[in-house]
DNA sequence: CACGCAAGTTATAAATTATAATTTATGTTA
DNA sequence: TAACATAAATTATAATTTATAACTTGCGTG
Protein backbone atom coordinates (compact mmCIF):
# COMPACT_ATOMS: atom_id res chain seq x y z
CA UNK A 1 0.00 0.00 0.00
CA UNK A 2 1.13 3.36 -0.91
CA UNK A 3 1.87 5.86 1.56
CA UNK A 4 -0.97 7.92 0.36
CA UNK A 5 -3.11 5.26 0.51
CA UNK A 6 -2.56 4.47 4.37
CA UNK A 7 -3.17 8.22 4.65
CA UNK A 8 -6.37 7.96 2.30
CA UNK A 9 -7.61 5.21 5.08
CA UNK A 10 -6.62 6.76 8.25
CA UNK A 11 -8.63 9.76 7.25
CA UNK A 12 -11.76 7.46 6.06
CA UNK A 13 -11.36 5.90 9.43
CA UNK A 14 -11.34 8.82 11.45
CA UNK A 15 -14.42 9.92 9.28
CA UNK A 16 -16.43 7.20 10.21
CA UNK A 17 -14.96 6.69 13.89
CA UNK A 18 -16.38 10.19 14.30
CA UNK A 19 -19.82 9.47 12.67
CA UNK A 20 -20.61 6.57 15.00
CA UNK A 21 -19.30 9.40 17.98
CA UNK A 22 -21.96 11.31 16.92
CA UNK A 23 -24.69 9.20 16.57
CA UNK A 24 -23.69 7.54 19.82
CA UNK A 25 -24.43 11.03 21.15
CA UNK A 26 -27.52 12.39 19.38
CA UNK A 27 -29.45 9.15 17.70
CA UNK A 28 -28.31 8.12 14.02
CA UNK A 29 -30.20 11.16 12.67
CA UNK A 30 -27.58 13.67 14.65
CA UNK A 31 -24.92 12.28 11.78
CA UNK A 32 -23.68 15.96 10.12
CA UNK A 33 -20.57 15.67 7.51
CA UNK A 34 -20.05 19.40 8.18
CA UNK A 35 -19.87 18.75 12.02
CA UNK A 36 -17.15 15.56 11.04
CA UNK A 37 -14.85 17.71 8.93
CA UNK A 38 -15.18 20.94 11.24
CA UNK A 39 -14.22 18.63 14.04
CA UNK A 40 -11.56 17.15 11.97
CA UNK A 41 -9.88 20.60 11.05
CA UNK A 42 -10.69 20.19 7.71
CA UNK A 43 -13.69 22.32 5.66
CA UNK A 44 -16.83 20.40 4.75
CA UNK A 45 -16.79 19.44 1.03
CA UNK A 46 -13.67 18.04 1.75
CA UNK A 47 -14.47 14.76 2.82
CA UNK A 48 -16.77 14.39 -0.81
CA UNK A 49 -13.48 13.39 -1.67
CA UNK A 50 -13.68 10.22 0.64
CA UNK A 51 -17.36 9.56 0.65
CA UNK A 52 -19.25 10.16 -2.21
CA UNK A 53 -22.72 11.28 -0.31
CA UNK A 54 -23.78 11.34 3.05
CA UNK A 55 -25.23 8.26 2.41
CA UNK A 56 -22.38 6.67 1.05
CA UNK A 57 -20.92 7.23 4.65
CA UNK A 58 -24.08 5.62 5.95
CA UNK A 59 -23.87 2.68 3.80
CA UNK A 60 -20.42 2.46 4.97
CA UNK A 61 -21.03 2.58 8.24
CA UNK A 62 -24.12 -0.33 8.08
CA UNK A 63 -21.43 -2.85 6.13
CA UNK A 64 -19.09 -2.54 9.47
CA UNK A 65 -21.83 -2.90 11.66
CA UNK A 66 -22.53 -6.10 9.53
CA UNK A 67 -19.06 -7.06 9.96
CA UNK A 68 -18.13 -6.26 13.43
CA UNK A 69 -21.74 -8.48 14.55
CA UNK A 70 -21.09 -11.65 12.38
CA UNK A 71 -17.68 -11.54 13.75
CA UNK A 72 -18.50 -11.44 17.08
CA UNK A 73 -21.05 -14.41 16.84
CA UNK A 74 -18.52 -16.27 14.37
CA UNK A 75 -15.94 -15.81 17.36
CA UNK A 76 -17.94 -17.14 20.15
CA UNK A 77 -18.90 -20.09 18.06
CA UNK A 78 -14.92 -20.89 17.76
CA UNK A 79 -14.27 -20.49 21.59
CA UNK A 80 -17.44 -22.97 22.19
CA UNK A 81 -17.29 -25.13 19.50
CA UNK A 82 -16.04 -27.97 21.97
CA UNK A 83 -18.99 -27.65 24.35
CA UNK A 84 -22.18 -29.11 24.25
CA UNK A 85 -24.34 -28.06 21.27
CA UNK A 86 -26.93 -26.71 23.97
CA UNK A 87 -23.92 -24.79 25.57
CA UNK A 88 -22.43 -23.62 22.16
CA UNK A 89 -26.04 -22.05 21.08
CA UNK A 90 -26.04 -20.32 24.14
CA UNK A 91 -23.30 -18.63 24.12
CA UNK A 92 -23.87 -17.29 20.62
CA UNK A 93 -27.36 -15.99 21.32
CA UNK A 94 -26.06 -14.44 24.64
CA UNK A 95 -23.25 -12.74 22.41
CA UNK A 96 -25.84 -11.56 19.91
CA UNK A 97 -27.56 -9.59 22.71
CA UNK A 98 -24.46 -8.45 24.34
CA UNK A 99 -23.10 -7.35 21.41
CA UNK A 100 -26.58 -4.75 20.65
CA UNK A 101 -26.45 -3.33 23.69
CA UNK A 102 -23.02 -2.87 23.24
CA UNK A 103 -23.31 -1.32 19.79
CA UNK A 104 -26.85 -0.09 20.23
CA UNK A 105 -26.17 2.43 17.13
CA UNK A 106 -24.60 0.01 14.97
CA UNK A 107 -27.50 -2.32 15.93
CA UNK A 108 -29.72 0.24 14.96
CA UNK A 109 -28.17 0.92 11.81
CA UNK A 110 -28.36 -2.90 10.85
CA UNK A 111 -31.89 -3.78 12.09
CA UNK A 112 -33.70 -0.23 12.66
CA UNK A 113 -35.85 1.86 10.16
CA UNK A 114 -33.86 3.45 7.95
CA UNK A 115 -32.54 6.58 8.55
CA UNK A 116 -33.57 10.22 7.58
CA UNK A 117 -34.22 9.28 3.42
CA UNK A 118 -31.65 6.78 3.73
CA UNK A 119 -32.72 4.19 1.43
CA UNK A 120 -30.51 0.52 2.47
CA UNK A 121 -29.29 -1.11 -0.78
CA UNK A 122 -30.19 -4.65 -0.64
CA UNK A 123 -27.13 -5.47 -3.25
CA UNK A 124 -24.77 -4.03 -0.47
CA UNK A 125 -26.30 -5.37 2.66
CA UNK A 126 -27.37 -8.82 1.88
CA UNK A 127 -24.51 -10.80 1.57
CA UNK A 128 -23.12 -9.79 4.73
CA UNK A 129 -26.40 -10.50 6.38
CA UNK A 130 -25.64 -14.20 5.98
CA UNK A 131 -22.81 -14.44 7.85
CA UNK A 132 -24.80 -13.14 10.65
CA UNK A 133 -27.28 -16.20 10.49
CA UNK A 134 -24.72 -18.82 9.58
CA UNK A 135 -22.99 -19.33 12.58
CA UNK A 136 -26.58 -20.44 14.45
CA UNK A 137 -27.15 -22.19 11.06
CA UNK A 138 -23.72 -24.13 11.29
CA UNK A 139 -24.66 -25.31 15.02
CA UNK A 140 -28.42 -26.63 14.25
CA UNK A 141 -27.01 -28.90 11.66
CA UNK A 142 -24.62 -30.61 14.17
CA UNK A 143 -26.98 -31.35 16.32
CA UNK A 144 -29.23 -32.63 13.89
CA UNK A 145 -27.60 -33.94 10.93
CA UNK A 146 -24.31 -35.71 13.02
CA UNK A 147 -25.41 -35.56 16.05
CA UNK A 148 -29.15 -37.44 14.84
CA UNK A 149 -31.31 -35.42 17.35
CA UNK A 150 -34.81 -35.52 16.19
CA UNK A 151 -36.22 -32.53 14.81
CA UNK A 152 -38.67 -30.39 17.02
CA UNK A 153 -42.09 -31.87 16.88
CA UNK A 154 -43.91 -28.06 15.80
CA UNK A 155 -41.92 -28.95 12.13
CA UNK A 156 -44.57 -31.20 11.99
CA UNK A 157 -47.57 -28.68 11.55
CA UNK A 158 -45.66 -26.18 9.47
CA UNK A 159 -47.84 -25.15 6.69
CA UNK A 160 -46.58 -27.34 3.67
CA UNK A 161 -46.30 -24.02 1.40
CA UNK A 162 -44.47 -21.81 3.52
CA UNK A 163 -40.93 -21.82 2.09
CA UNK A 164 -37.59 -20.89 2.85
CA UNK A 165 -35.83 -18.47 0.23
CA UNK A 166 -31.71 -18.97 0.95
CA UNK A 167 -30.45 -15.81 -0.05
CA UNK A 168 -27.49 -16.81 -2.48
CA UNK A 169 -24.22 -15.29 -0.08
CA UNK A 170 -25.93 -17.85 2.35
CA UNK A 171 -25.78 -20.52 0.36
CA UNK A 172 -22.21 -20.28 -0.44
CA UNK A 173 -21.51 -20.10 3.26
CA UNK A 174 -23.74 -23.35 4.11
CA UNK A 175 -24.39 -25.46 1.06
CA UNK A 176 -26.96 -28.16 0.58
CA UNK A 177 -28.52 -27.46 4.22
CA UNK A 178 -31.70 -29.68 5.45
CA UNK A 179 -34.81 -27.45 4.91
CA UNK A 180 -35.57 -28.69 8.32
CA UNK A 181 -32.46 -27.08 9.85
CA UNK A 182 -32.99 -23.78 8.77
CA UNK A 183 -36.83 -23.45 9.21
CA UNK A 184 -35.92 -24.60 13.26
CA UNK A 185 -33.38 -21.45 12.61
CA UNK A 186 -35.07 -19.18 11.46
CA UNK A 187 -38.13 -19.98 14.24
CA UNK A 188 -35.18 -19.32 16.79
CA UNK A 189 -33.90 -16.25 15.20
CA UNK A 190 -37.23 -14.59 14.88
CA UNK A 191 -37.92 -15.46 18.55
CA UNK A 192 -34.31 -13.72 19.66
CA UNK A 193 -33.84 -11.18 17.84
CA UNK A 194 -37.03 -10.01 17.86
CA UNK A 195 -36.74 -10.20 22.23
CA UNK A 196 -33.83 -7.68 21.64
CA UNK A 197 -34.98 -5.57 19.03
CA UNK A 198 -37.82 -4.71 21.80
CA UNK A 199 -35.50 -4.17 24.41
CA UNK A 200 -33.62 -1.92 22.34
CA UNK A 201 -35.97 -0.09 20.92
CA UNK A 202 -37.70 0.47 24.30
CA UNK A 203 -41.52 1.21 24.36
CA UNK A 204 -41.64 -2.07 26.21
CA UNK A 205 -38.36 -1.59 28.79
CA UNK A 206 -40.44 -0.73 31.52
CA UNK A 207 -42.45 -3.93 31.59
CA UNK A 208 -39.92 -6.34 33.12
CA UNK A 209 -37.37 -5.42 35.75
CA UNK A 210 -34.68 -7.65 34.07
CA UNK A 211 -34.09 -8.25 30.45
CA UNK A 212 -31.50 -10.04 30.75
CA UNK A 213 -32.69 -13.07 33.13
CA UNK A 214 -35.89 -13.28 30.44
CA UNK A 215 -33.61 -13.19 27.72
CA UNK A 216 -31.95 -16.40 29.14
CA UNK A 217 -35.21 -17.68 30.27
CA UNK A 218 -36.23 -17.58 26.96
CA UNK A 219 -33.40 -19.42 24.87
CA UNK A 220 -33.74 -22.25 27.94
CA UNK A 221 -37.29 -22.49 27.00
CA UNK A 222 -36.43 -22.17 23.14
CA UNK A 223 -33.76 -24.70 23.34
CA UNK A 224 -35.93 -27.54 25.11
CA UNK A 225 -38.46 -27.17 22.34
CA UNK A 226 -35.57 -27.32 20.27
CA UNK A 227 -34.73 -30.95 21.55
CA UNK A 228 -30.78 -29.23 22.70
CA UNK B 1 -67.41 24.70 19.70
CA UNK B 2 -66.62 28.18 18.44
CA UNK B 3 -66.51 28.76 15.10
CA UNK B 4 -62.94 29.55 14.67
CA UNK B 5 -61.72 26.53 16.83
CA UNK B 6 -63.95 24.16 14.15
CA UNK B 7 -61.77 25.83 11.17
CA UNK B 8 -58.49 25.80 13.22
CA UNK B 9 -59.21 21.43 14.24
CA UNK B 10 -59.77 20.99 10.16
CA UNK B 11 -56.37 22.86 9.69
CA UNK B 12 -54.67 20.91 12.11
CA UNK B 13 -56.04 17.21 10.54
CA UNK B 14 -55.03 18.51 7.78
CA UNK B 15 -51.61 18.70 8.64
CA UNK B 16 -51.45 15.61 10.22
CA UNK B 17 -52.85 13.77 7.01
CA UNK B 18 -50.45 15.70 4.84
CA UNK B 19 -47.96 14.69 7.40
CA UNK B 20 -48.63 10.95 7.51
CA UNK B 21 -49.33 10.95 3.16
CA UNK B 22 -46.08 12.45 2.95
CA UNK B 23 -44.07 9.90 5.57
CA UNK B 24 -45.86 7.18 3.42
CA UNK B 25 -44.31 8.23 0.66
CA UNK B 26 -40.66 9.01 1.68
CA UNK B 27 -40.30 7.61 4.64
CA UNK B 28 -40.70 8.84 8.22
CA UNK B 29 -37.52 10.92 7.44
CA UNK B 30 -39.49 13.09 4.86
CA UNK B 31 -41.28 14.63 6.66
CA UNK B 32 -41.36 18.55 5.95
CA UNK B 33 -42.98 21.12 7.05
CA UNK B 34 -42.35 23.51 4.44
CA UNK B 35 -43.88 21.39 1.79
CA UNK B 36 -47.14 20.65 3.86
CA UNK B 37 -47.58 23.55 4.14
CA UNK B 38 -46.97 24.44 0.52
CA UNK B 39 -49.13 21.98 -0.31
CA UNK B 40 -51.78 23.73 1.59
CA UNK B 41 -51.31 27.15 -0.45
CA UNK B 42 -50.08 28.19 2.71
CA UNK B 43 -46.28 29.33 3.62
CA UNK B 44 -43.82 28.03 5.85
CA UNK B 45 -44.09 29.78 8.92
CA UNK B 46 -47.81 29.50 9.45
CA UNK B 47 -47.76 26.08 9.84
CA UNK B 48 -46.11 27.00 13.52
CA UNK B 49 -49.49 28.88 14.64
CA UNK B 50 -50.49 24.78 14.89
CA UNK B 51 -47.39 22.95 16.17
CA UNK B 52 -45.10 24.32 18.40
CA UNK B 53 -42.44 22.45 16.18
CA UNK B 54 -41.31 19.64 14.04
CA UNK B 55 -41.06 17.69 17.47
CA UNK B 56 -44.68 18.31 18.26
CA UNK B 57 -46.19 17.25 14.93
CA UNK B 58 -44.60 14.31 15.64
CA UNK B 59 -45.93 13.88 19.01
CA UNK B 60 -49.04 14.08 18.22
CA UNK B 61 -49.08 12.11 15.40
CA UNK B 62 -47.24 9.19 17.50
CA UNK B 63 -50.07 9.65 19.94
CA UNK B 64 -52.32 9.67 16.99
CA UNK B 65 -51.48 6.24 16.16
CA UNK B 66 -51.03 4.56 19.29
CA UNK B 67 -54.57 5.40 19.91
CA UNK B 68 -55.75 3.70 16.39
CA UNK B 69 -53.83 0.76 17.11
CA UNK B 70 -55.45 0.51 20.54
CA UNK B 71 -58.97 1.08 19.45
CA UNK B 72 -58.50 -1.56 16.33
CA UNK B 73 -57.12 -4.24 18.77
CA UNK B 74 -60.14 -3.19 21.45
CA UNK B 75 -62.89 -3.66 18.41
CA UNK B 76 -61.79 -6.86 17.49
CA UNK B 77 -61.54 -8.11 21.02
CA UNK B 78 -64.72 -6.79 21.73
CA UNK B 79 -66.45 -8.51 18.43
CA UNK B 80 -64.87 -11.99 19.23
CA UNK B 81 -65.56 -11.94 22.43
CA UNK B 82 -68.14 -14.58 22.50
CA UNK B 83 -65.69 -16.65 20.76
CA UNK B 84 -63.93 -19.27 22.15
CA UNK B 85 -60.29 -17.81 24.13
CA UNK B 86 -58.43 -19.24 21.44
CA UNK B 87 -60.23 -18.02 18.33
CA UNK B 88 -60.65 -14.41 20.05
CA UNK B 89 -57.05 -14.08 20.79
CA UNK B 90 -56.21 -15.40 17.51
CA UNK B 91 -58.24 -12.76 16.02
CA UNK B 92 -56.56 -9.76 17.76
CA UNK B 93 -53.37 -11.31 17.06
CA UNK B 94 -54.16 -11.06 13.55
CA UNK B 95 -55.81 -7.52 13.64
CA UNK B 96 -52.46 -6.50 15.49
CA UNK B 97 -50.30 -7.74 12.30
CA UNK B 98 -52.93 -6.44 9.67
CA UNK B 99 -52.99 -3.18 11.45
CA UNK B 100 -49.25 -2.64 11.63
CA UNK B 101 -48.59 -3.93 7.51
CA UNK B 102 -51.69 -1.43 6.75
CA UNK B 103 -50.42 1.72 8.60
CA UNK B 104 -46.02 1.19 8.90
CA UNK B 105 -45.40 4.36 8.99
CA UNK B 106 -47.89 4.64 12.05
CA UNK B 107 -45.97 1.29 13.38
CA UNK B 108 -42.67 2.60 12.77
CA UNK B 109 -44.15 5.80 14.88
CA UNK B 110 -44.73 3.66 18.08
CA UNK B 111 -42.21 1.20 17.56
CA UNK B 112 -39.23 2.32 15.52
CA UNK B 113 -36.62 4.16 15.83
CA UNK B 114 -36.87 7.79 16.71
CA UNK B 115 -36.91 9.84 13.93
CA UNK B 116 -33.92 12.06 13.32
CA UNK B 117 -32.86 13.73 16.57
CA UNK B 118 -36.68 12.98 17.83
CA UNK B 119 -37.02 12.47 20.85
CA UNK B 120 -39.64 10.17 21.98
CA UNK B 121 -41.52 11.73 25.09
CA UNK B 122 -42.67 9.12 27.67
CA UNK B 123 -44.92 10.90 29.68
CA UNK B 124 -46.82 11.20 26.53
CA UNK B 125 -46.84 8.12 24.80
CA UNK B 126 -46.77 5.97 28.15
CA UNK B 127 -50.27 5.88 28.89
CA UNK B 128 -52.05 4.80 25.47
CA UNK B 129 -49.43 1.96 25.64
CA UNK B 130 -50.96 0.39 27.92
CA UNK B 131 -53.95 0.14 26.02
CA UNK B 132 -52.27 -1.94 23.25
CA UNK B 133 -51.46 -4.33 25.69
CA UNK B 134 -54.69 -4.74 27.66
CA UNK B 135 -56.70 -6.10 24.96
CA UNK B 136 -54.24 -9.41 25.56
CA UNK B 137 -54.52 -9.49 29.09
CA UNK B 138 -58.04 -9.66 29.27
CA UNK B 139 -58.86 -12.38 26.93
CA UNK B 140 -55.92 -14.39 29.00
CA UNK B 141 -57.02 -13.20 32.01
CA UNK B 142 -60.77 -14.72 30.85
CA UNK B 143 -58.49 -17.94 29.60
CA UNK B 144 -56.89 -18.66 33.21
CA UNK B 145 -59.00 -17.23 35.63
CA UNK B 146 -62.65 -17.29 34.80
CA UNK B 147 -62.27 -20.33 32.61
CA UNK B 148 -59.52 -22.12 35.05
CA UNK B 149 -57.34 -23.53 32.18
CA UNK B 150 -53.67 -24.66 33.87
CA UNK B 151 -51.03 -22.07 33.83
CA UNK B 152 -48.58 -23.11 31.18
CA UNK B 153 -45.77 -25.55 31.78
CA UNK B 154 -43.27 -22.91 31.20
CA UNK B 155 -43.83 -20.52 34.25
CA UNK B 156 -43.00 -23.36 36.87
CA UNK B 157 -39.04 -22.05 35.31
CA UNK B 158 -39.33 -18.58 35.45
CA UNK B 159 -36.51 -17.00 37.26
CA UNK B 160 -38.26 -16.11 40.62
CA UNK B 161 -36.34 -12.40 40.86
CA UNK B 162 -38.19 -11.86 37.96
CA UNK B 163 -40.64 -9.12 38.27
CA UNK B 164 -42.77 -7.35 36.29
CA UNK B 165 -43.39 -3.98 36.48
CA UNK B 166 -47.29 -2.61 35.06
CA UNK B 167 -47.26 1.08 34.24
CA UNK B 168 -49.65 3.38 36.35
CA UNK B 169 -52.16 3.50 33.17
CA UNK B 170 -52.21 -0.14 32.98
CA UNK B 171 -53.21 -0.52 36.31
CA UNK B 172 -55.91 1.80 35.99
CA UNK B 173 -57.24 -0.17 32.89
CA UNK B 174 -56.78 -3.84 34.71
CA UNK B 175 -56.72 -3.71 38.52
CA UNK B 176 -55.57 -6.52 40.30
CA UNK B 177 -54.18 -8.72 37.68
CA UNK B 178 -52.71 -11.95 38.69
CA UNK B 179 -48.67 -11.92 37.97
CA UNK B 180 -48.77 -15.06 36.30
CA UNK B 181 -51.42 -14.25 33.79
CA UNK B 182 -49.15 -10.77 32.85
CA UNK B 183 -46.22 -12.95 32.77
CA UNK B 184 -48.27 -15.18 29.99
CA UNK B 185 -48.88 -11.86 28.39
CA UNK B 186 -45.83 -10.68 27.79
CA UNK B 187 -44.22 -13.80 26.53
CA UNK B 188 -45.99 -13.75 23.88
CA UNK B 189 -46.38 -10.45 22.96
CA UNK B 190 -42.72 -10.09 22.61
CA UNK B 191 -42.77 -13.36 20.52
CA UNK B 192 -45.60 -11.92 18.26
CA UNK B 193 -44.54 -7.91 18.24
CA UNK B 194 -41.18 -8.98 17.73
CA UNK B 195 -42.04 -11.15 14.51
CA UNK B 196 -44.22 -8.16 12.75
CA UNK B 197 -41.23 -5.73 13.61
CA UNK B 198 -38.98 -8.00 11.93
CA UNK B 199 -41.24 -8.07 8.53
CA UNK B 200 -42.02 -4.67 9.14
CA UNK B 201 -38.45 -3.52 9.01
CA UNK B 202 -37.44 -5.89 6.60
CA UNK B 203 -33.89 -7.31 6.30
CA UNK B 204 -34.97 -10.56 6.91
CA UNK B 205 -38.05 -11.00 4.67
CA UNK B 206 -36.15 -13.09 1.83
CA UNK B 207 -35.69 -15.81 3.95
CA UNK B 208 -39.66 -16.50 3.96
CA UNK B 209 -42.21 -17.21 0.92
CA UNK B 210 -45.11 -15.89 2.80
CA UNK B 211 -44.89 -14.17 6.19
CA UNK B 212 -48.39 -14.50 6.95
CA UNK B 213 -48.27 -17.92 7.09
CA UNK B 214 -45.92 -18.20 8.96
CA UNK B 215 -47.04 -15.49 11.46
CA UNK B 216 -50.65 -18.31 11.86
CA UNK B 217 -48.05 -20.77 12.35
CA UNK B 218 -46.44 -19.26 15.62
CA UNK B 219 -50.00 -17.85 16.97
CA UNK B 220 -50.63 -21.70 16.71
CA UNK B 221 -47.75 -22.62 18.30
CA UNK B 222 -47.80 -20.06 21.10
CA UNK B 223 -51.40 -21.49 22.01
CA UNK B 224 -50.63 -24.63 22.50
CA UNK B 225 -47.35 -23.36 25.00
CA UNK B 226 -50.11 -21.57 26.28
CA UNK B 227 -52.85 -24.04 27.14
CA UNK B 228 -55.64 -22.22 24.58
C1' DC C 1 12.97 18.25 -12.49
C1' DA C 2 8.44 18.52 -14.14
C1' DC C 3 4.15 16.85 -14.80
C1' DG C 4 -0.19 14.70 -13.01
C1' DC C 5 -3.31 13.84 -9.78
C1' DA C 6 -4.86 13.87 -5.02
C1' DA C 7 -6.47 16.77 -1.33
C1' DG C 8 -8.16 20.71 0.42
C1' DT C 9 -9.90 25.38 -0.03
C1' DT C 10 -13.64 29.02 -0.88
C1' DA C 11 -17.92 30.27 -3.10
C1' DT C 12 -22.41 29.09 -4.00
C1' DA C 13 -26.94 26.70 -4.56
C1' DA C 14 -31.01 24.65 -2.69
C1' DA C 15 -33.01 22.75 1.11
C1' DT C 16 -34.32 22.50 6.08
C1' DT C 17 -36.32 24.37 10.87
C1' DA C 18 -37.32 28.23 13.30
C1' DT C 19 -37.93 33.32 14.96
C1' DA C 20 -39.26 38.25 14.46
C1' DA C 21 -41.93 41.74 12.77
C1' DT C 22 -45.80 42.99 10.25
C1' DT C 23 -50.19 42.82 7.98
C1' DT C 24 -54.87 40.97 7.40
C1' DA C 25 -58.99 39.03 8.95
C1' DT C 26 -62.13 37.54 12.46
C1' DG C 27 -65.01 37.78 16.60
C1' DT C 28 -66.37 39.89 20.70
C1' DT C 29 -67.54 43.70 23.50
C1' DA C 30 -68.57 48.39 24.86
C1' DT D 1 -72.63 49.76 15.10
C1' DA D 2 -67.83 50.93 16.11
C1' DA D 3 -63.65 49.83 18.24
C1' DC D 4 -60.56 46.86 19.98
C1' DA D 5 -58.20 42.43 20.94
C1' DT D 6 -56.66 38.42 19.18
C1' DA D 7 -56.00 34.86 15.81
C1' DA D 8 -53.93 33.76 11.39
C1' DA D 9 -51.03 34.38 7.78
C1' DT D 10 -47.40 36.82 5.41
C1' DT D 11 -42.58 38.34 4.38
C1' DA D 12 -37.90 38.73 5.85
C1' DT D 13 -34.21 36.66 8.00
C1' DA D 14 -31.04 33.53 10.61
C1' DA D 15 -28.67 29.31 11.21
C1' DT D 16 -28.15 24.77 9.64
C1' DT D 17 -28.09 21.07 6.35
C1' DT D 18 -26.16 18.39 1.88
C1' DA D 19 -23.96 18.95 -2.26
C1' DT D 20 -21.53 20.96 -6.60
C1' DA D 21 -18.16 23.89 -9.04
C1' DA D 22 -14.02 26.10 -9.55
C1' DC D 23 -9.67 26.96 -7.94
C1' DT D 24 -5.23 26.30 -5.21
C1' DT D 25 -1.79 23.70 -2.99
C1' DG D 26 1.34 20.04 -2.63
C1' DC D 27 2.83 15.26 -2.84
C1' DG D 28 5.04 11.58 -5.50
C1' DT D 29 6.30 9.31 -9.33
C1' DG D 30 8.16 8.88 -14.01
Redesign the interface.
Known sequence: MTRRAKFRQITIDEIKSLARLQMAE?????LSLNAIAKHMGMSGPALYRYFESRDALITALIVDAYEALANALEETAARFVHQPVRECLRQVLLTYRRWALDHPIDF?L?????????Q?EEAI??PT?GRVFAPILRILERAYQQENRPYPA?LE???P???????QSMQEVQPSLPEKVVYVG??G???I???I??EL????Q?????PA??Y???I??LFDQMNL
Not at 201 to 204: E, G, K, Q, T
Open positions: GGTASQIFGNPIPGYATAAFSLPQLQVRLSIVWYHHGMMLFNHIPLLSDQFSFEER
